[in-house]
Structures are given as C-alpha cells and as structure tokens.
C-alpha cells in the first residue's frame, strides 16, 4: 500500500559555522504526509509551509519518515528531481518495541506515527544506509523483500534550491503509478521541413495491460532534452499555466497549431484538476514569473503520430514525449529526440546585363533577388531603380557586405564605388499594400545620357480652377534642369471616375506607346536653367462641356524610356 511520508526535524548543525551555505546547504522540501503515499513539493499544506520555511532560513538537509510493518514486505521508493541534481539516501532503522502496531495487522493512525519518529531518532543516530544516489536521472529503490523498521529518507539539493517529486509504497506491483515504456523508448523523427517536424512513437503498454487512461504530453525546446515532465515544468515556472490548449477528441491531431511559436497560457486544459500525483491541486505561481522562451508543451491525447509546426526554418529544437497516467499524473519520459529544421528555400537570383533594363515584378510584402557581376576592373556601379507604383525597399551588398538600404519612389539614381571582381546582390521588397511593378538598370560603363528621364521631386499636375471653360482646360507641372521630351493624353471617363480607380492605373512605368493616336495632345519639349522657373503650362483644347477628362503627362529620356507624372482628373465647365 502507499506509505505516509512524515517530515522529520532540520538539523542546525552547519548553519553557525557556513550561514550563507552557498550552494550545498540549499534545501528542498519534500513535502508533507500525503494519503497516496506521494510527497510533491508543489503541494502547499500547514506542515509544508513550516519546514520551508525553516529551510530557507537554515538551508540545512530534511528527513523523512516511514514505517514498514513487517518482514519481506515489497519496497517502492522513486524520486524525480525536477529542475536540479539532488543528493539522497534512503537509510534504515530498528523500530522500536513502543512503536509496533501490533499483532492486528491494520496501520496505525497518522498521528500515532507521528510521534514515532522523536522515539526512533532517541533510538538509533545513524541507520544502515539501503540507497544513495546523486545527480539529475529519475532513480528508485526496489526491494521485493524489505525489511520491517523505520525508513529515513534524507534529501539535499547540491546545487540550488529546487523541487522533487516522491513516491513510496508497498504494492508496486498494484499501484503501477508511472506508465510502463515498449521495448523501443525512442522518439522517432519521420518527416523533417523547413518549418516542420513529424514525430512518432510506441505506444505504452499500460493502458492495454491495465485499463487505466493514458495521455501524452510533449514538450519543444531550443536547449536540451528533459529527464522528467515536472522538469520540463519547471522550466516553464508554472506547471498548471504551462498548458496549451488540448485538440478536442475526433480532430486532426497532425499537424497541431504553433502559432508564434513559444510558451502561451490558457486555462481549458487537459488536466485542470490533476493536482499532481497526490490528487492536490497545485498553486499557481506569481503571474509575474517570467516564462521560458522557445519552449511550449502540449498534451496530445492518446495518439502517437504528432506534426510540429510554425518552427524556425534552419533551426535545432529537441523533443521529448512523455506518457501521463491519467489516474495519478504520474509520469514517463521517453528517449527524447533532436531534430534541425531545413534551411529556407534559397530564392531565385535574376542576372542584369550590363547597361540593359530588367522589368521586375514583385508579390505584395514579396522580394526579389538581383545579380550584377560587372567587368572586374570596373571603378563604379550605377544603378537606376524606377518603382512604377508603390514604394520599394532596395538593399545591395557588394560582395556580402551592406553598402546601400532606402526606400525608393518614382526614379531613383545610385552610385556605387566599385571594387576589383567585386558581385553585387540587390535585393528589392515590395510593398505591403499590393504588388509591385519595377524597371532595374546596372552598369559600369561611363555614360552622359542617363537612360531614365530626370523627374522633379514633384511629379503631380495642377489645374487651373479659374481658367477652366466649357471646352477647355488650362494645367502646369514641374520640369528639370534637363532637356526631356513632354507628351500630355487625355481620356474622357465616366461621371463616377473614382480615386481608387485613378490609383489603380497609375502605373509609372506604362509608357505612351499603349495609348490610342485619339488621346494624344501634344508633345514638346523643356527645361530650365534655373528650378525656381522650371515651370511649364498648356491648355488642352477641343473638349466638351460639362464632361471629366483624365490627364497624363509623360516625361520621356533619351533611350526612350518614359515615365508618368500623377495623373489628374479635370472637368469642365457645363455652361459658359
């Protein structure tokens, strides 16, 4: 049967001489006497929250105490540090004449051996020493003939304070409180991507050979394997909060959602009411513990086949499984396993010739990779970036290293200092409001003509309320320095003509050579010395009363690229 576990007194003996105790004198409490036979140190009761707090106060080593009745009697002592190495001993003593229960064969009351132990302690100083082990392995003591006598287990933290899990009884053979693991214990990655991994396992044998419910928990890290789950909670500073959600039963348990993957709360759990192995509800620890990053753990169910995803690509994470008897909470580690994620699918890099231009399209928040390799004595790079609609961020590293990050409107002209067998990679990411349209040229040849027209910083066009009439309509726009070719289009549209629609076909990019000979109104050219007066009018003429003219001037270069001013919607006059 499960035995009673009784707190024994804390030594002083050192606490004079080493006060601060540094690391061995840190203490963790077993726990107190508990019905199952379980000392949980999770588990707050009054006698609990004394003996902590004397072993924060003298960091000195606790006993505890249980009685075996009589001769070969069976013998199960398991201990589970959580989230340290521990040192401890399980020692035995004679039990003393006035502590026997007995030719009635039935347990004493609780409090009868209770008072026991001061008895035995006056009885015999020192037991004979049964077990001793020292590190962080789930470890048990299994006698199938124990002897009767008082049984002292003593336990010391080595390294910091910490908390364990114990339990000790009489019928292993019954109770059966941990889940039994097949033959193969291991953890089996079967299908390994970018941001997934598949896990497989074997089944215990527990639930068929006992029918007791079985569940399997698992838990993700980036740092190392997990000997036991109450490890793994502890890890994650709150064992009830460490949940997530469990997939209802019937659901595709494969792939399961990581979102944002990491630790997150939630209180539907599988096991709200499991209280550790004892059958006690375990307190919540302060909500402002901070959490263990990169680490979650998920209960499954029964199955075991489980898809993690939402990983980081090019990534190494370790898995452990453990099964969970639903009955106690108690719990078995399989062999865990590691696994690294495959590395992001490499994009495909698109080669400009030098001095020709690249269309280039871009998906909405995509990016496309560009690659010049220039003649190796080139002294520098030019690069032209038109962004025909929105925005574009632009990046080039010459050889690895950053030498150019802006964002570009409109026409855009950089010059790069070359470097002997110097490549480049540009890299362009669109915008987040839709795609992107663009025209890329590279070259290293010296050149006067630019292959792109100069633009104004302004490139909208402004109509002249006043001097509207019922046939015509009077507009300016800004030139440059620069002598370019202008050409104004016209288009009549409906009443309803919209913004959003106007938005849509402003493509910078689309050049004049799409319109119809009907639309065209002219062409000149301009340019003016200085750019206070590089202003330029017309008045568009022939057109109708009371209808709505879309207006386009294009600006063309000298390689007969040409690039769109903002288009401008006018209407005139319905009666003059």
């Known amino acids: 049967m499960p035995l009673h576990l009784l707190p024994g007194p804390v030594s002083t003996a050192a606490a004079e001489a080493n006060p601060r105790c540094a690391s061995r004198g840190h203490v963790l409490v077993v726990g107190s006497r508990l019905e199952d036979g379980t000392a949980d140190s999770d588990v707050q009761t009054d006698t609990d929250r004394q003996v902590r707090s004397l072993v924060g106060l003298l960091m000195m080593s606790v006993r505890y105490?249980?009685?075996?009745?009589?001769?070969?009697?069976?013998?199960?002592?398991?201990?589970?540090?959580?989230?340290?190495?521990?040192?401890?001993?399980?020692?035995?003593?004679?039990l003393p004449e006035e502590a026997s229960g007995g030719a009635s064969g039935q347990p004493e009351p609780l409090e009868q051996q209770q008072q026991q132990v001061p008895v035995a302690e006056e009885a015999a100083e020192e037991g004979a020493e049964l077990f001793s082990y020292r590190g962080n392995d789930v470890e048990a003591y299994v006698a199938g003939s124990a002897p009767?006598?008082?049984?002292?287990?003593?336990v010391l933290c080595t390294e910091k304070d910490s908390t364990l899990k114990v339990y000790a009884t009489t019928t292993p053979e019954s109770d059966q409180p941990y889940p039994t693991l097949p033959r193969d214990p291991r953890v089996d990655v079967t299908a390994l991507g970018r941001t997934t991994v598949t896990l497989a396992w074997k089944p215990t044998p527990t639930a068929l050979l006992t029918g007791r419910p079985v569940h399997y928990c698992l838990v993700v890290n980036k740092e190392h394997n997990f000997k036991s789950l109450c490890a793994a909670e502890a890890k994650l500073g709150a064992a009830d909060d460490a949940f997530m959600p469990a997939p209802r039963p019937g659901r595709d348990?494969?792939?399961?959602?990581?979102?944002?993957?990491?630790?997150?709360?939630?209180?539907?759990?599988?096991?709200?009411?499991?209280?550790?192995?004892?059958?006690h509800k375990a307190p919540r620890y302060a909500a402002g513990r901070p959490r263990a990053p990169d680490?979650?753990?998920v209960c499954i169910g029964d199955k075991n086949l489980y898809t993690v995803s939402d990983l980081k690509p090019d990534t190494q994470f370790y898995f452990d499984v453990f099964a969970v008897n639903a009955a106690t909470n108690a719990s078995t580690a399989y062999v865990g396993t590691f696994a690294r994620t495959k590395e992001e699918a490499r994009p495909k890099t698109l080669e400009l010739k030098d001095g020709r231009v690249t269309d280039v399209f871009i998906k909405?928040?995509?990016?496309?990779f560009l690659r010049f390799a220039p003649v190796s004595s080139h002294q520098r790079v030019t690069l032209f970036v038109h962004a025909c609609l929105d925005s574009v961020q632009v990046q080039v590293r010459r050889d690895d290293k950053l030498v150019l990050s802006q964002s570009v409107e409109g026409v855009r002209q950089f010059t790069l200092r070359g470097k002997p067998k110097a490549k480049y990679v540009i890299r362009l990411r669109g915008s987040r409001r839709g795609a992107s349209t663009l025209k890329v040229l590279a070259t290293s040849k010296p050149s006067s003509k630019q292959p792109f027209p100069s633009l104004p910083e302004d490139t909208r066009i402004k109509a002249f309320d006043k001097l509207r009439t019922c046939t015509s309509a009077t507009v300016a726009w800004l030139g440059t320095q620069d002598r370019n070719k202008y050409c104004v289009y016209r288009?009549?549209?409906?009443?309803?003509?919209?913004?959003?629609?106007?938005?849509r076909g402003q493509n910078q990019c689309a050049g004049p050579e799409g319109r119809r000979k009907a639309e065209k109104v002219l062409c000149k050219y301009f340019s003016s010395a200085n750019l206070q007066k590089a202003v330029t009018t017309e008045t568009i003429t022939g057109l109708e009363p009371g209808k709505t003219y879309l207006l386009d001037v294009y600006v063309v270069g000298h390689s007969g690229h040409a690039v769109k001013y903002q288009s401008k919607l006018v209407k005139t006059r319905k009666y003059c």
């Not at 009767?148 to 003593?154: A, N, P, V």
């Not at 909405?364 to 496309?368: C, D, F, I, P, Q």
Request: proline letters at 6%; hydrophobic letters at 30%.
């Open 65 to 94: 105490y249980f009685v075996v009745e009589e001769d070969n009697t069976p013998l199960s002592v398991t201990v589970t540090p959580c989230d340290a190495p521990l040192e401890w001993r399980l020692t035995l003593q004679e």
């Open 148 to 154: 009767s006598g008082l049984y002292q287990l003593e």
């Open 295 to 297: 680490m979650v753990k």
């Open 253 to 279: 348990f494969s792939p399961f959602d990581f979102a944002h993957f990491g630790f997150v709360p939630s209180d539907n759990d599988l096991t709200r009411d499991r209280g550790g192995l004892a059958g």
């Open 364 to 368: 909405r928040k995509g990016s496309k």
């Open 491 to 503: 288009r009549e549209v409906a009443e309803g003509y919209g913004e959003e629609q106007r938005r």
